[in-house]
């Protein structure tokens, strides 16, 4: 099947001797590092996007050694003319931190793409340095379009599922499987994608670390945000165990390893709303009944014993 993503792409990159190596493998003349400029683009990631489908992670791992070697052209149109870019190197990024619709940490794919300089390029690179060619959009094949709801293939309909609908609160969407060639990427006016196209980064520094190296006067802020981060993931992970626990009490037909799958998947937001639902089923099932109970008739107590006189 074959697969078209739009999404948003360049951040100029520097030559290092390992990237112009690696350029080089491509190229049919050694070129020296003045001679190409580099950017990178956000490819494509795991985020259901506007057409309700998303590449799975290890789609993505399995694009990355497929796109390399790969040219950028415009619009889609197969065409020599038109070929303007070449990837030399691609890496998955992963930021856990983030939970994406289908329940997975979010990541994305990067490529690392490389143009001659000459005369006829200058107006793209300008282009790309200006933020006007950003959006990218990538060309490739897949076998399967899983179904979010059954796991069947929505490609051949036989599920009866139907993307973009809700069936029992769940959004259908299909997930990409099985990456069987890459084509192509693109740059385009409309992705699909909304994150993918060139990224744009403070300078050419390529994460906060690197950047908090050369501001260090940010250092304490970065620490601060890693330690919120941090917080945030250990209340996700501790609201998970306790809806598990309260879905076993409140017996709602699941056992626990399918409660902890589904809880996974889970936004913090439906995380509460399932452990509000879970708590109340679960009090309607086991009441709380107070320690000490007093009898409201109680009889005196020359009554009670009676039954012992004479």
């Known amino acids: 099947m074959k697969i078209i993503k739009e999404s948003q792409g360049g951040q100029e990159t520097e030559v290092s001797p390992e990237d112009l190596a690696l350029i080089n493998q491509l190229a049919r003349k050694e070129l020296k ?118 796991g069947g293939d929505l490609r051949t309909g036989d599920c009866g599922h139907r993307k973009g609908q809700e069936y029992g609160g769940r959004l259908c969407f299909a997930s990409l499987e099985g990456a069987s060639d890459a084509y192509e990427f693109s740059f385009v006016a409309v992705p699909a994608q909304p994150l993918a196209g060139v990224v744009k980064g ?7 670390k690197e950047l908090v190296r050369q501001a260090p006067g940010c250092a304490l802020e970065l620490e601060r945000l890693e330690e919120e981060a941090e917080t945030g993931r250990r209340y996700l992970s501790r609201l998970r165990e306790e809806v598990v ?44 009944l107070p320690q000490l109970q007093y009898q409201q008739d109680q009889a ?11």
């Open 33 to 150: 590092a003045e001679e190409v400029y580099t950017f990178s683009v956000r490819l494509c990631d795991d985020q259901v996007d506007r057409d309700f489908e998303r590449f799975s992670p290890q789609t993505l791992e399995e694009l990355a050694g497929l796109f390399v070697g790969k040219s950028g052209i415009f619009d889609h149109q197969w065409s020599a003319r038109g070929q303007s870019a070449r990837i030399y190197k691609t890496e998955v990024i992963r930021e856990p931190e983030k939970i994406t619709l289908a329940g997975d940490g979010y990541c994305w794919l990067k490529g690392y793409a490389y143009m001659v300089r000459t005369e006829s390029g200058r107006d793209l690179i300008a282009e790309i340095e200006g933020g006007i060619k950003r959006e990218v959009s990538v060309g490739c094949a897949v076998e399967r379009a899983v179904c979010s709801i059954c």
């Open 202 to 208: 403070a300078g050419r520094h390529t994460s906060l």
């Open 245 to 288: 626990r309260l879905g076993m009490l409140a017996q709602i037909g699941l056992d626990r390893d399918t409660l902890k799958g589904v809880a996974a998947k889970l936004s913090w937001e439906e995380l509460l709303a399932m452990e509000d639902g879970c708590r109340r089923r679960a009090a309607e099932r086991y009441p709380l």
């Open 300 to 310: 005196p107590e020359r009554d009670r014993d009676r039954a012992f006189l004479i």
